[in-house]
Nanobody, 124 residues
Framework: QVQLVESGGGLVQAGGSLRLSCVAS????????MGWFRQAPGKEREFVAA????????YYAASVKGRFTISRENAKNTVYLQMNSLKPEDTAVYSC?????????????????WGQGTQVTVSS
């Protein structure tokens, strides 16, 4: 069982930056590949970024590649999402996800564990 708690959301102007954090409970964090997803009002949840359990591989949605960076600190049970050059269309609730991967270098899609989400609002 993994519990995930996100923080770091807020209101920012277009072009600004935010860093989201997701802290996981338990002592097996390093076994999980971690992902960030977002859901805007009236839209389906969409994939944003993911990082392998080893931290060696990262994956990004085309819409955020080059602007967002995912990273992790296994010693702190934490995954981060650094968001730069934010746009109004990035406005959404951002949630982290934990998944058991087939290999420690991969991301096989979302797993069973979700955080409650943190709101990110980008004003124009």
């Amino acid at each position: 069982q993994v519990q995930l708690v996100e923080s770091g959301g807020g209101l920012v102007q277009a072009g600004g930056s935010l860093r989201l954090s997701c802290v996981a409970s338990g002592r097996t964090f390093s076994r999980y590949a971690m992902g960030w997803f977002r859901q805007a009002p009236g839209k389906e949840r969409e994939f944003v970024a993911a990082i392998s359990s080893s931290g060696g591989n990262t994956y990004y949605a085309a819409s955020v590649k080059g602007r967002f960076t995912i990273s992790r600190e296994n010693a702190k049970n934490t995954v981060y999402l650094q968001m730069n050059s934010l746009k109004p269309e990035d406005t959404a609730v951002y949630s982290c996800n934990a998944a058991i991967p087939r290999t420690n270098t991969g991301w096989d899609g979302s797993g069973d564990y979700w955080g409650q989400g943190t709101q990110v609002t980008v004003s124009s």
